[in-house]
C-alpha cells in the first residue's frame, strides 16, 4: 500500500484536523525528517490552505482542534500545536494549548518550524547575501573552508545539500561536505 492508502485507513478516509471527507491530500509535517506514516497526516484543501498561508487563517474553522489535538498520531498533535499557537491572540485557543501535553520530542518537532516564538525571539539564518536560509536548503561554499579538527578543505563552490540550522545561533548551519557533516558560517555560503 502507498502512503496514501495508509493514511485513509488510518483517518477513516477524512481529514485528521477537522473531519471533512473531500478533496483530501497527503500533508508532510515539516521539517520532513521522517516523512511516511508517522510524519505525515491526512488533510482536507481548506486546512492545508490556512496551514500554508497564514493570512487566511479563519479562527472559527480550527476549534475542530479541540478535539483533533488528543490525536494518537504525533504528526496530528504537532499541527494542532502549531496552529492554536499560531491563533492563541483568539483566547481559546490559548486554554487548549494549556490543556494540552506533548512528550519533549514531538514539543521539539512542533517547535522546529519556529511557530509559536515571538518573531523578537526567532533565530533567523542569512546567507552571506542576506537571503533568508530554511532547513533543507542547498547552499554554495563562496569560499575555500578549513575544517577545525582535520586535514580537510572544503572548496569554494562545493555545494552542500539539504542543510540543517542551529536553532540557537543564527550564524550556524550544518551539512555534509565530501561525506563528513560540518558546522559552516552562514557568511560563508549563498543560498542555492
Known amino acids: ?87 492563541k491572540s483568539e483566547g481559546w485557543p490559548q486554554d487548549l494549548l494549556d490543556m494540552m501535553y506533548l512528550d519533549d520530542e514531538v514539543l521539539t518537532w512542533a517547535k522546529a518550524t519556529g511557530e509559536g516564538q515571538d518573531v523578537a525571539d526567532m533565530v533567523v539564518h542569512r546567507d552571506s547575501n542576506g537571503v533568508i536560509l530554511e532547513n533543507g536548503d542547498n547552499v554554495v561554499l563562496i569560499k575555500d573552508l578549513k575544517v577545525k579538527g582535520s586535514s580537510m578543505v572544503a572548496k569554494q563552490g562545493t555545494a552542500v545539500r539539504r542543510i540543517s540550522l542551529d536553532r540557537e545561533n543564527a550564524e550556524y548551519i550544518e551539512g555534509k561536505v565530501d561525506g563528513q557533516q560540518i558546522v559552516i558560517l552562514t557568511k560563508y555560503v549563498k543560498k542555492l
Not at 482542534?65 to 504537532?78: G, I, P, R, T, Y
Open 1 to 87: 500500500m502507498g502512503l496514501l492508502e495508509d493514511l485513509q485507513n488510518r483517518s477513516g478516509n477524512q481529514c485528521e484536523l477537522c473531519g471533512a471527507t473531500e478533496e483530501l491530500k497527503v500533508y508532510e509535517v515539516p521539517p520532513v525528517s521522517t516523512g511516511g506514516l508517522d510524519g505525515s497526516l491526512l488533510a482536507c484543501s481548506t486546512c492545508l490552505g490556512q496551514i500554508e498561508n497564514p493570512d487566511t487563517v479563519d479562527s472559527n474553522h480550527w476549534r475542530c482542534l479541540n478535539d483533533s489535538m488528543w490525536s494518537e498520531h504525533d504528526a496530528v498533535k504537532v499541527v494542532a500545536w502549531r496552529m492554536l499557537n499560531r491563533l
